[in-house]
């Protein structure tokens, strides 16, 4: 059982923003942000997670996201979260058991 079996009931949905490249009639190259996969996870700010997480993150992180896998997510990626995105830093595995990822978030203005 990983740790987010245990606290299931505060699971928030994610959606994982990508960019969709298209042309416009006059032939600029346009690039639209579009949501991909919805992933479940648990949103804590950074000195909660600090209490249950041994990690470190960049100074700049202020919430943490955990979930089940890395999903390709990668430093630089984007989560919306209840309408916010957010600025994703590189997923950490916990434990190094592959069953539970943090991934240290800030929000984009």
């Given at each position: ?31 639209t ?33 955990v ?43």
């Open positions: 059982m990983s740790f987010l079996d245990v606290v299931s009931d505060m699971m928030i949905p994610a959606s994982i923003l990508t960019i969709a490249v298209t042309t416009d009639s006059d032939g600029n190259v346009v690039e942000p579009t949501t991909g996969e919805t992933i479940w996870g648990v949103k804590y700010n950074r000195s909660e997670a600090a209490r249950y997480f041994s990690k470190e993150w960049a100074n700049d992180i202020t919430d943490v996201f979930t089940h896998d890395d999903y390709g997510i990668h430093k630089g990626s984007e989560l919306s979260i209840n309408g916010v995105t957010w600025a994703c830093d590189e997923p950490q595995n916990v434990a190094e058991l592959g069953e539970v990822f943090t991934i240290g978030i800030r929000r984009k203005a």
